[in-house]
């Protein structure tokens, strides 16, 4: 093959001098520069040469991937990463995934109203050289923000924060010693690590920098995917300068002469269609501002369902397909490539428009073959110019997906010389989709205008338009949460577990009193005077014994949990579709879909979206939240998950409310069939077992579930456009067990693939239409004991384990026989002075039983309840 830069190396004695793999990730160029006539090309930074998305994104994660070895565990807690405008934004934010914790910012040329300037620099070699820091967390580059972002970090004094800077290359070192300096005089710390796919210093720069930083009193390490240096012949940049001149000469000759590259007819401009992404609420359109790793998890979980919207537009004859990002918006756009890699089966490569002038030539041995040229269409500081994108014109793109801000989202991008007119020519489809701006919240009252109050331009824009179509002539819309679909609480900000682990569709009561004395609650909820999801229960404290009995129950069941999770899972991704959206019942069901979601990733390297939602008997399923849900997926590919079956009221009360919800809604597509860890009540058809055994997730309340308690509905804390509550009781983490629960389950993943493997082929033959057996035996069990009200029947092991840590429990119905898996209720019995009644007969291992006319005053086992001890 020819290299991409042997027509410069020829025609100017150019050497590019590294490591074997060097020619194939660098080609040559040559520009109109006064600084620096060549420019080196990257192959795999997705800027001026179109790539895979998976190779560009690759390339940053694994480097992030060598900085968290470099760094060790505690160090990669409190690392910031720094890209550089506009190359390195994307290779930046992808070292920072890399990376796994570190919240992300990259330098920029857009200043924004409102927001001061954390610093800026030079870029010495830049046509463009100034760079601005605008973080909208001011303690970002300090260090002292780090600590807030992992679920759990050390304590660590700001200085201990490592900053890790990314660019593309690194030459001279002057861009970023530059800013090493500017910031080390503002915000000092210990150690700095320099991030570059190529490390392209000369030899008389290699020293340099062990002496800054002897000079600055730090560490400053260096990570480079390859190395080597570009030999320049004296007089290069001169004869670099008159090269280009030379070459812009002949081609302005050719196409005086008719040779040009066909151009869009004025006043007849192609048709473009518009893909509303639904980008999620709150997430940035990049680093500008800061990414978090919350942002990320939020942004992850999107992704799939943006990437099937593009893809449902795209004509089925494209086999070759560009994603083309915007100056400093590269991340996104990457990453919405990678996620359509995932979904199509056409070829998908990726690259970015440039405010860099670069001479095109028509040349295998040349880097930059073709060039569009338009005028920059986002109202730059720097005022109005010409704007770039390379190696698009003649590539044989059957599809190009132009992704923009909404800042760039102007008449100049729709004009009939803009970008969208000038790609038209050369492709069959061009698409547009545009991510809102993200703008802090203290900046908004620095903006005028309408716009600053109204939603993403992106919400309201049909699906299909045509070029130029109406857009936005003010200052860029504030990308804002819809008022009735705020986004998922993640932890570690709600909830002890990761923030991929789960989105909770719920709203934070963590400061609202809430708790009422069980006997309160349960006389109340008998009389009628309150419902059961108005107050939560004290929160019940296990003894040292207690908690013994838990981790024993564990160690004994988690081979037994781990099956039923795989089972489980197999069958809901050969039913389902491959990427399902789990939605687990807060809480119980929670832990479970946490499992599901890791088995998914585990056996098939899938990484499912997960949620919890809110569903209360007798009030249904959280109607906002389904609309949440419905905004964001596809609702057809959720699937209900909970952690057992009792009698199957939950089970009816979720079809019911889907019922419900599509009537009033007019939304459709939801299957209220739930997929259960264990279902003794044949209630369901999706389960991992029938087997009515000990859970220990069902042993504990908050301290096994993320430390979240029981959802709350009450009118005068959930309006019409909230989620329902919960409460987060972060003074219980010394007591949490919720990352041991599920990190026991998941250990034994590996040794019980092979009997998953038997199981789920044997459900997905086998009847499992739902029997109702569990149904009938609670009714039975009503009338015998004179209760007359299924409610108060809790039937299975999970069941009888919530009556006597939450209610005021009457007796409870056990088994004859049941050994281990009743260890945990006798001692819970024993405690609350409940007695345990062996039966024969029995569906269940055991049934909790909850009197019907408990008043406060009533103790005993006279057929009246007990009072709790």
């Known amino acids: 093959m020819v290299w991409s830069g042997s027509w410069v190396a020829e025609r100017l004695g150019v050497e590019l001098v590294g490591d074997a793999e060097l020619r194939e990730l660098l080609g040559l160029a040559l520009r109109r520069n006064p ?107 300090t260090g002292d923000a780090t600590a807030s972002y992992p679920a759990d970090p050390a304590a660590a004094d700001s200085a201990d924060a490592v900053l890790v800077l990314v660019d593309d290359e690194f030459s001279t070192g002057n861009t970023v010693l530059n800013t090493i300096r500017a910031l080390h005089e503002r915000y000092p710390r210990n150690r700095y690590v320099i991030v570059a796919l190529a490390d392209m210093r000369s030899p008389a720069d290699r020293g340099r920098l062990a002496e800054f930083a002897a000079e600055i009193g730090a560490r400053v390490d260096l990570v480079a995917r390859n190395a080597g240096t570009v030999r320049l012949p004296d007089g290069v940049l001169e004869k670099g300068q ?210 600053t109050a109204s939603v993403p331009s992106t919400a309201s824009v049909p699906s299909t338009a045509s070029v130029p179509s109406p857009a936005p002539s003010s200052a860029p819309d504030r990308q804002e949460e819809p008022r009735m679909l705020p986004e998922p609480l993640r932890g570690p900000a709600f909830s002890s577990y990761a923030p991929d682990e789960v989105g909770w569709l719920l709203q934070d009561l963590s400061d609202t009193e809430l708790e009422a004395p069980t006997e309160e609650r349960e006389e109340a909820i008998q009389s009628g005077g309150a419902h059961y999801a108005e107050s939560l229960p004290v929160e019940y404290q296990p003894s040292d014994q207690y908690q013994d009995l838990f981790k024993a129950a564990l160690d004994l069941s988690a081979a037994r949990i781990a099956r039923a999770v795989g089972a489980v899972t197999e069958t809901v991704l050969a039913e389902r579709g491959p990427r399902p959206v789990l939605v687990s019942l807060a809480r119980a069901g929670t832990p479970v879909g946490v499992l599901m979601r890791r088995w998914a990733r585990h056996r098939h390297g899938v990484d499912l979206s997960h949620y919890a939602v809110s569903i209360v008997r007798g009030r249904g399923i959280d109607a906002n939240a389904l609309r949440w849900l419905a905004a964001h997926h596809n609702p057809a590919d959720v699937v209900f998950v909970d952690g057992w079956t009792g009698k199957g009221a939950i089970t009816r009360e979720l079809a019911a409310a889907i019922a419900e919800f599509e009537v009033a809604d007019g939304t459709e597509g939801f299957n209220p069939e739930i997929a259960v860890l264990a279902d003794p009540g044949g209630c369901v058809r999706t389960y991992g077992t029938r087997e009515d055994f000990l859970i220990p997730s069902a042993c504990l309340n908050s301290t096994v579930s993320g430390l979240i308690s029981r959802t709350v509905l009450r009118s005068d804390l959930v309006g019409a456009d909230d989620f329902h509550g919960a409460k987060f009781y972060r003074e219980l983490a010394g007591s949490d067990v919720s990352g041991h629960f599920l990190d026991t389950v998941a250990d034994r993943f590996g040794e019980v693939a092979d009997a998953v493997d038997a199981d789920a082929k044997e459900l997905l033959t086998a009847d499992r239409a739902p029997t109702w057996e569990g149904w009938a035996a609670v009714e039975r069990i009503s009338e015998e004991y004179g209760i007359h009200d299924v409610n108060l029947v809790k039937p299975g092991v999970g069941e009888t384990t919530r009556v006597l840590l939450r209610r005021v429990p009457w007796k409870i119905l056990a088994k004859r026989g049941a050994g281990a898996d009743l260890e945990h209720i006798r001692l819970l019995a024993e405690q609350r002075g409940v007695p345990v009644e062996e039966v024969d007969d029995l569906p269940y291992t055991c049934v909790g039983l909850i009197h019907p006319k408990y008043t406060r005053g009533a103790t005993g086992a006279d057929g009246k309840a007990v009072e709790s001890k």
């Open 35 to 141: 600084k620096r006539a060549h420019l080196l090309v990257s192959h795999v930074l997705g800027k001026h040469v179109p790539q895979y998305p998976s190779v560009v994104y690759g390339a940053g994660f694994q480097l992030g991937r060598r900085v968290r070895e470099l760094l060790g565990e505690a160090g990669s807690r409190h690392a910031v990463v720094l890209g550089y405008a506009e190359t390195a934004t994307g290779l930046g934010h992808a070292v920072a995934d890399g990376l796994g914790t570190a919240p992300y910012l990259h330098s920029t040329r857009r200043p924004v109203a409102g927001v001061a300037r954390a610093g800026g620099f030079e870029e010495s070699h830049s046509h463009a050289t100034s760079h601005l820091l605008l973080p909208e967390d001011p303690d970002l580059l």
């Open 242 to 451: 008159a090269l280009v001149a030379a070459e812009e000469a002949a081609q302005d000759l050719a196409q005086s002469a008719g040779a040009a590259a066909p151009q869009p007819a004025s006043g007849a401009p192609r048709p473009c269609t518009r893909v509303d992404l639904r980008w999620p609420a709150g997430v940035p359109d990049g680093g500008r501002h800061g990414f978090t790793p919350e942002h990320r998890a939020r942004l992850e979980a999107a992704l799939p369902a943006m990437a099937d919207r593009i893809a449902a537009e795209l004509d089925d004859t494209a086999r070759r397909v560009l994603v083309l990002g915007f100056e400093e918006l590269m991340y996104a756009p990457l990453r919405l490539g990678t996620a359509l890699e995932d979904r199509l089966d056409a070829e998908v490569r990726y690259s970015t428009t440039t405010r860099s002038p670069v001479l095109a030539v028509d040349d295998p041995g040349y880097a930059i073959r073709t060039r569009l040229v338009f005028p920059a269409h986002d109202d730059p500081a720097d005022g109005p110019g010409a704007r770039y994108a390379y190696n698009v014109a003649g590539a044989g793109f059957d599809a190009v997906v132009a992704v923009v801000d909404s800042t760039a989202d102007t008449p100049g991008l729709h004009a009939p010389d803009g970008l969208l007119a000038r790609l038209a020519p050369h492709t069959a489809q061009v698409l547009l989709a545009v991510v809102p701006s993200y703008i802090p919240a203290d900046a908004i009252p620095a903006m005028s205008g309408p716009s």
